[in-house]
């Protein structure tokens, strides 16, 4: 059975790799669109800051990740191999589409219809993280779109008496600290989706001393185990280094078009969103977070200059990803269940 662990964790960081690629957009998109840094340059950046936020913050998203969607008993891992291969699938063909979907929001689809399809709905979703995942589906990108413009506003006021040249001067060497700490957000709660996934995998083979650093500690005080913390960050630290160059028009672009003070604010709007709910627990798409601030943004400055079709184009790809990801794990565990399971005995 260690090599099936082997086997599906290695999937799950595959995962969290395309995640980081998938979502590269998510980190650079504002701050390559506004020429602050070159494409190199920004992925560069965000990764390394993907992967120092390991080692800053806690791990509140994973726990929710791993005890709050499914209930437990009806976890195990073929439901987990087939909910990896549901996302996987719905992010390479959302990255072909140039749609910027939610990673995260594909994962909690495929854990719902892997498990479902393999135990029925009945007493397998867990209602109150349900609760706070469609919550704040709506909830991320109008918090994101609130901050995005109430920052634009007060920046405006701020400099208003400043010249253009020494506005775009500031704001450029600003926008260095936005985007990184955007990316910091991005990797302190994306990286954590799929240690949930991982603890969530060990617990199910009984191997709880592998999942934690001290496995007898009461539930409130254990940790997860450092080498699953540190895999999963520099998985989507390497993904964003990839980049996923098909998206970044979309959202450094296609959307509106940005100038270094609308970069900051509209990174520095996606930074609070995502670290302020990560730190509640609360798992929310960074997709979602800097779309919702981008709009925001270019609304406080013309509402016509924001190309609102793509934000119609981005909703529906959200509105989609629950469905096509959940049914796409659920055949993957029928076909898994018909070919993998008869020959293994856990």
């Known amino acids: 059975m260690t090599a099936l662990i082997i086997f599906i964790i290695a999937i799950a960081l595959c995962f969290d790799f395309l995640n980081g690629f998938h979502d590269a957009a998510n980190s650079i998109a504002t701050v390559v669109s506004t020429r602050v840094l070159s494409p190199v340059q920004a992925v560069i950046w965000a990764a390394f800051f993907n992967f120092i936020a390991a080692f800053l913050l806690n791990t509140h998203v994973a726990n ?163 080498w699953i913390i540190l895999a999963c960050h520099a998985a989507i630290a390497l993904g964003t280094m990839f980049g996923g160059w098909r998206i970044v028009k979309t959202m450094g672009s296609n959307i509106t078009r940005l100038q270094p003070v609308g970069g900051f604010c509209a990174e520095t709007a996606g930074a609070f969103t995502t670290i302020g709910t990560a730190c509640f627990g609360i798992p929310i798409s960074t997709t979602h977070a800097i779309t919702g601030s981008i709009l925001g943004v270019g609304s406080v400055r013309n509402v016509r200059s924001v190309r609102w079709i793509w934000g119609q184009r981005i909703v529906m790809a959200w509105i989609l990803t629950l469905p096509c990801a959940a049914t796409l794990a659920a055949i993957s565990y029928l076909v898994i269940a018909h070919t993998l399971k008869p020959y293994l005995q856990l």
């Open 64 to 226: 929710t990740v791993a005890k709050g969607l499914v209930v437990s008993e009806r976890i195990d891992p073929y439901v987990i191999l087939a909910a990896l291969l549901g996302a996987v699938t719905w992010n390479i063909i959302t990255w072909l589409l140039a749609l910027p979907t939610s990673s995260s929001h594909a994962l909690f689809a495929g854990l719902a219809g892997a498990a479902i399809a393999a135990f029925g709905f009945e007493g397998t979703l867990i209602a109150s993280g349900w609760i706070k995942v469609l919550a704040f589906l709506i909830l991320s990108p109008i918090i994101g779109f609130v901050l995005g413009a109430a920052n634009m506003v007060v920046v405006s006021w701020i400099v208003r008496r400043q010249t253009p040249s020494r506005v775009d001067k500031l704001f450029r060497r600003l926008q260095l600290v936005s985007a990184g700490g955007f990316s910091l957000g991005h990797g302190f709660g994306d990286a954590q989706k799929t240690m949930g996934v991982i603890v969530v995998l060990l617990l199910s083979f009984k191997r709880a001393d592998w999942a934690y650093i001290d496995p007898h500690a009461a539930a409130s005080q254990q940790h997860i185990a450092w």
